[in-house]
């Protein structure tokens, strides 16, 4: 399954699958905990791949706040970098929706400050932290779109859901964020 729309010469791209297989894009992002360790999730899938060579990197970063990210190598993953984000618990960590929002934005500033031209996101914050998937959805991709004009190294986004159920939820918001 994949959903996609270019504008301005940036591919935003929904996709089902797996992060940690991206092989075509050059850094994932880590829906990371505070400490930066394997966890569940996403974080517990690049963690099983990348370790323990990467929890060596990410000591060092340790720990990091709702909203921060940083940027490691990705070792035994098929991608250069991994973007490392704490999304905010929902109901928490507050105002949710511009930690979210300032999560993805980092994301993005970090990429566009190390020249990296293609980036793919899980859904942040909507497992074990319980946001709600369509308004992680409906933060996440109407970054993304505002994002745009300013994103001129950074020209592949791509969102990756695990499931059925995610993917739908943010095709329906696709659609009504980009017609």
Not at 87 to 92: D, H, N, T
Not at 110 to 125: H, K, Q
Not at 135 to 162: G, Y
């Amino acid at each position: 399954m994949e959903t996609q729309i270019t504008i301005q010469g940036t591919s935003i791209e929904l996709r089902k699958g797996d992060i940690t297989a991206q092989k075509d894009m050059q850094a994932i992002v880590n829906a990371a905990n505070a400490k930066l360790i394997t966890g569940g999730g996403v974080a517990g899938a690049i963690h099983k791949k990348g370790d323990p060579e990467l929890s060596q990197e990410t000591r060092k970063f340790a720990p990091i706040k709702p909203g921060e990210a940083v940027l490691t190598s990705a070792p035994n993953l098929p991608n250069s970098y991994i973007i490392h984000c704490l999304g905010p618990v929902y109901g928490v960590d507050e105002p949710s929706d511009k930690l979210l929002e300032r999560c993805y934005s980092h994301a993005l500033k970090i990429a566009t400050e190390n020249r990296i031209e293609s980036v793919a996101f899980p859904a942040i914050s909507t497992g074990a932290f319980g946001y709600p998937t369509e308004e992680a959805a409906e933060i996440a991709l109407s970054l993304f779109k505002q994002s745009v004009p300013s994103l001129n190294l950074v020209k592949r986004i791509r969102m990756v859901l695990w499931n059925d159920h995610d993917y739908n939820i943010h095709s329906t918001v696709f659609k009504k964020i980009f017609g």
